[in-house]
């Protein structure tokens, strides 16, 4: 079994900025790609930003671009989510996602999930 388990989220106030953190443990499997979604209420999962396991190449989506910066650390198989200049919008529960079976930007490609966690951007 697979464990992804994010940290990091919080209370910040526009302008501030979080870093999540999303550690896989268990058995070993074969993911690609690590990637971040984010789902605020009311509303559907969206990605966020993507690292490629090998070489690093990254993906983001158009809002985040320029703010976010994702990256990992293989030896310790953790991606990051470095969070600058938040805005309220960016308000969401936040989960990492492995195991990619088709489209890197669609929450149904993925095997894995973490629990998710809280980040909440005040005005």
């Known amino acids: 079994q697979v464990q992804l388990v994010e940290s990091g989220g919080g209370l910040v106030q526009a302008g501030g900025s979080l870093r999540l953190s999303c550690a896989a443990s268990g058995r070993t499997f074969s993911s690609d790609i690590r990637t971040w979604f984010r789902q605020a209420p009311g509303k559907e999962r969206e990605f966020v930003a993507a690292?490629?396991?090998?070489?690093?190449?990254?993906y983001y989506t158009d809002s985040v671009k320029g703010r976010f910066t994702i990256s990992r650390d293989n030896a310790k198989n953790t991606v990051y989510l470095q969070m600058n200049s938040l805005k309220p919008e960016d308000t969401a529960v936040y989960y990492c996602?492995?195991?990619?079976?088709?489209?890197?930007?669609?929450?149904?490609?993925?095997?894995?999930w973490g629990q998710g966690t809280q980040v909440t951007v005040s005005s």
């Open positions: 996602a492995a195991d990619r079976s088709g489209g890197i930007y669609y929450a149904r490609s993925y095997a894995y």
């Open positions: 690292v490629m396991w090998n070489g690093g190449f990254t």
